[in-house]
């Protein structure tokens, strides 16, 4: 079963700077996937970045780049230059197989980012 | 392009009532899935849907069924509902079976009273 493991309730980065999200993760599966999605109060999942367990460079989407560390299973979101709308909950999710064979993604309990002014 | 659409978008039912809500996926997609994200939990998966068949269940009782129809629409019914299925639904599509990325709506969010 895949597990995904996020340590930080909530972080606080002051606007302009960059902040990371931590994520950890176990599988057995030796292809897998892992995601990061933003959730604003209005509470819409948004796609941010995806990262293949076989990619041999890190994954980057404007702002966001995710440090994948294969050996240490850890997937952290780095946001860049912080801007006031990134306050919202990040949730890190990797892809699993459901009852029934098909996928799914497991989700961590997410982090909650506030950026101050 | 339109995104993943839900309702609605609010819902207040009492315990022991019925409930339906609806996801229209983005266009193209074939693959619907539904997640249930009770308040301050990451959403668990409950159904995944293809071609109007169920292709994958989680860990949620009888009481949840869910149906896919032919413009790729979907339903989620949930029967004899209790205090504990208060919670944000979300709907994800994707454009097949096994893909990398999964597309949410906005969520419907239920509260049992």
């Known amino acids: 079963a895949q597990k995904i493991t996020q340590t930080q309730p909530g972080m606080f980065v002051q606007e302009k700077e960059a902040v990371t999200l931590d994520c950890t993760y176990d599988t057995s599966d030796p292809s897998y996937g892992l995601f990061w999605y933003k959730q604003p109060s209005s509470g819409e999942m948004i796609f941010l970045i995806y990262?293949?367990?076989?990619?041999?460079q890190n994954a980057t989407e404007g702002r966001y780049s995710l440090n994948f560390q294969k050996a240490r299973k850890s997937a952290n979101l780095v946001i860049s230059a912080s801007q006031l709308g990134d306050s919202a909950m990040y949730f890190c999710a990797m892809r699993g197989v459901s009852q029934g064979g098909s996928e799914k993604l497991v989700f961590g309990k997410g982090t909650k980012l506030t950026v101050n002014p | 392009d339109a995104g993943v659409t839900q309702s609605p978008t609010h819902l207040i039912k009492t315990r022991g009532q019925h409930v339906t809500l609806r996801c229209s996926p983005i266009s193209g997609h074939k693959s619907v899935s539904w997640y249930q994200q009770v308040l301050g939990q990451g959403p668990q998966f409950i159904f995944q849907y293809y071609e109007k068949e169920e292709r994958g269940r989680g860990n949620f009782p009888d009481r949840f069924s869910a149906r896919q129809f032919p413009n790729y629409s979907s339903e989620l019914n949930v029967n004899a509902l209790l205090l504990g299925d208060s919670a944000l639904y979300l709907c994800?599509?994707?454009?097949?079976?096994?893909?990398?990325?999964?597309?949410f709506g906005p969520g419907t969010r239920l509260t049992v009273l």
């Open positions: 990262q293949g367990s076989y990619d041999q």
């Open positions: 994800a599509s994707s454009p097949d079976l096994a893909t990398d990325t999964q597309y």
